[in-house]
């Protein structure tokens, strides 16, 4: 079946710009969907189809997918972002929908 | 406002079976295509199975296909799961999801029911 690789872990500094990749054979042939889930609490959407924001997601979100890579990018990070991180998408060839592993956000 | 309500964890002994329920308000139930979500304690999200918003479709993850079954009731706007011969690898949170306007991701999820299967 269709594999999603995350980092375990990133870590950032507030302020600055976070890069959470999700790796992919020909991801960019897919559509990419990524999650928040901040500790105790379901997850949350915040980025769907490799770029679209929810209502109530700050501008601050954003996502880009090309070639073997989908990267949700947070600008301006705040103590509030830090959270695990989770890509995911639908596999056509099997209707299944996968989950990357999950990243989680360390804010300095 | 979308509101997904789980209920029916709890403890249940290795081989039982369990039925979880998602109660459903706020959205035009019969219209969309609902989901399950686990998170085993301290691991990452894994996708269990889906029903189309007419019941027709379902599919479900290997690692569950043949013990857990999907199903909904329109009329009481409620989402089920029914997971038989438990195991200790079945231990997690369960959440249901709201898929989108558009197909294939979770856009509103319930807070999750924790089911533990222990002696």
């Known amino acids: 079946s269709y594999v999603l690789t995350q980092p375990p872990s990133l870590s950032v500094a507030p302020g600055e710009t976070a890069r959470i990749p999700c790796g992919g054979i020909?991801?960019?042939?897919?559509?990419v969907h990524w999650y928040q889930q901040r500790p105790g609490q379901a997850p949350v959407l915040v980025i769907y189809?490799?770029?679209d924001r929810p209502s109530g997601i700050p501008e601050r979100f954003s996502g880009s997918n090309s070639g073997n890579a989908a990267t949700l990018t947070i600008s301006r990070v705040e103590a509030g972002d830090e959270a695990d991180y989770y890509c995911?998408?639908?596999?056509?060839?099997?209707?299944?929908?996968?989950f990357g592993g999950g990243t989680k956000l360390t804010v300095l | 406002q979308v509101q997904l309500v789980e209920s029916g964890g709890g403890v249940v002994q290795p081989g039982r079976s369990l039925r979880l329920s998602c109660a459903a308000s706020?959205?035009?139930?019969?219209?969309?295509?609902m989901h399950w979500v686990r998170q085993a304690p301290g691991k990452g999200l894994e996708w269990l199975a889906s029903?189309?918003?007419?019941?027709?479709?379902?599919y479900s993850a290997t690692s569950v296909k043949g013990r857990f079954t999907i199903s909904r009731d329109d009329s009481t706007n409620t989402l089920y799961l029914e997971m038989d011969t438990l195991g200790s690898e079945d231990t997690a949170v369960y959440y249901c999801?709201?898929?989108?306007?558009?197909?294939?991701?979770?856009?509103?999820w319930g807070q999750g029911t924790l089911v533990t299967v222990s002696s």
């Open positions: 995911q998408v639908w596999d056509s060839t099997s209707d299944l929908l996968v």
């Open positions: 189809y490799d770029f």
């Open positions: 999801a709201k898929e989108g306007d558009r197909p294939y991701f979770f856009h509103y």
């Open positions: 029903i189309s918003y007419d019941g027709t479709k379902k």
């Open positions: 020909n991801i960019g042939s897919k559509s």
């Open positions: 706020g959205f035009i139930f019969s219209a969309y295509t």
